[in-house]
């Protein structure tokens, strides 16, 4: 990286260093790329991180447990409710605390909401990074409608701090199960799917015949290449690894629902291609609605917080947590030396693995190409650097 950063041009005057970024919008937040290329083809792309670093980490060593839980929001603030619920149970492992039942199935109802507007994002963002304006409308359009949801459950609409040590923070609110179910059959159209905002997503964009070439056989991950560079979620299985969290290594209330994986299956050109990344997401959204229907269903009655100590002070010990975040696994590792603070706090993130992959994957790709790469990966910059 250093001989990068040294050289401008070569020599010859064929070969040039760029950078893209770090104030780029299609780096999807303040990260940089080194781009080595011959016109308008790469010979590198090396990612440079480091612009957003805030020592979340090291914070959570410095407060109490309790109050690390709202700096978790900013580990990833589009789909912040996995990283509540990460840090969460990884405290509760330390404690041998057991969360009632009526709390895990709001936590799986909050974070298949927020899946969903994660996505969203996700997908409108990438249809205009690829040059499609119209279809983020209509998904911030839909992603504002879940906030809305969101913010009547827990108050927030984005770093909403409504996982608590123990379960969550607020019970149903009176008749918010009738409006979320209401706005499900909107989003897959219930019992119409052909009527859905999904339906009229796919005719809008996923299934145009621009869009398809654009993104068919371009920036191709193959199964193993994505399993040895260890990526997580949508990017691991739109390289056809059918592995989900939720499923394989189920926590809280995710045994008692049924869904399916979507996995990629080279639609659009090849397995593992920048439009199966896309696509998983699409039906991702789906599937988390059907999830959301089951647990509003089936919710236990009973108390949505568990009984925990004013002052958490675990036993020295360790814990792991692994939840399926929107961008794949999340997982926590927190280390508890007897005190009312952790003394150690890791969080190991889906964005940050899956930047270890685009320098190995960019030669000899378009530097356009590179656009669509990384908004098929769906990297938040926060979720990089912490």
Excluded at 94 to 104: G, I, W
Excluded at 169 to 174: T, V
Excluded at 180 to 185: H, N, Q, T
Aim: net charge negative.
């Amino acid at each position: 990286m250093q001989k990068l950063i040294l050289r401008r041009v070569n020599a010859g005057g064929d070969e040039m260093l760029l950078n893209f970024g770090p104030q780029h919008p299609s780096t999807h937040g303040v990260i940089n790329f080194l781009v080595d290329t011959d016109g308008e083809v790469m010979r590198k792309a090396v990612p440079d991180v480091g612009y957003l670093h805030r020592s979340i980490e090291k914070i959570g060593e410095l407060v109490g447990y309790p109050g690390f839980m709202p700096y978790t929001d900013r580990i990833d603030y589009v789909a912040a409710m996995f990283a509540n619920e990460g840090y969460a149970v990884a405290v509760e492992r330390l404690l041998k605390l057991e969360v009632p039942p009526r709390a895990q199935y709001l936590r799986a109802v909050s974070c298949e909401l927020c899946r969903i507007a994660s996505h969203l994002v996700s997908v409108g963002t990438m249809a205009t990074d690829i040059g499609a304006t119209t279809p983020l409308v209509h998904a911030l359009r839909e992603r504002e409608r879940i906030n809305d949801l969101i913010e009547e459950l827990c108050g927030a609409r984005l770093t909403y701090n409504y996982h608590r040590i123990g379960g969550v923070a607020f019970d149903l609110p009176g008749g918010w199960k009738e409006k979320v179910l209401a706005y499900l059959d909107h989003l897959d159209g219930g019992e119409t799917p052909s009527r859905s905002m999904l339906a009229e997503f796919d005719r809008l964009i996923t299934y145009n015949e621009i869009y398809l070439k654009r993104l068919g056989a371009v920036a191709v991950i193959p199964r193993e290449m994505a399993v040895g560079y260890g990526l997580v979620g949508p990017n691991l299985r739109g390289s056809g690894v059918d592995w989900d969290v939720r499923r394989d290594v189920p926590y809280g209330a995710y045994r008692d629902f049924k869904f399916d994986v979507p996995v990629g299956r080279g639609i659009a050109g090849k397995v593992g291609d920048a439009f199966d990344r896309y696509w998983v997401r699409v039906q991702e959204m789906r599937e988390s609605a059907r999830i959301v229907r089951q647990a509003l269903e089936k919710i236990p009655e009973g108390e949505f917080m568990a009984k925990v100590p004013r002052r958490i002070k675990p036993e020295a010990g360790e814990a792991l947590s692994r939840v399926e975040s929107a961008r794949g696994e999340m997982a926590y590792y927190v280390v508890s030396d007897g005190t009312d603070k952790a003394y150690r706090v890791r969080a190991r993130t889906g964005s940050y693995l899956a930047m270890g992959i685009i320098e190995d994957l960019s030669p000899g790709m378009m530097i356009a190409d590179l656009v669509a790469l990384i908004a098929s990966l769906d990297v938040v910059a926060p979720e990089i650097d912490r």
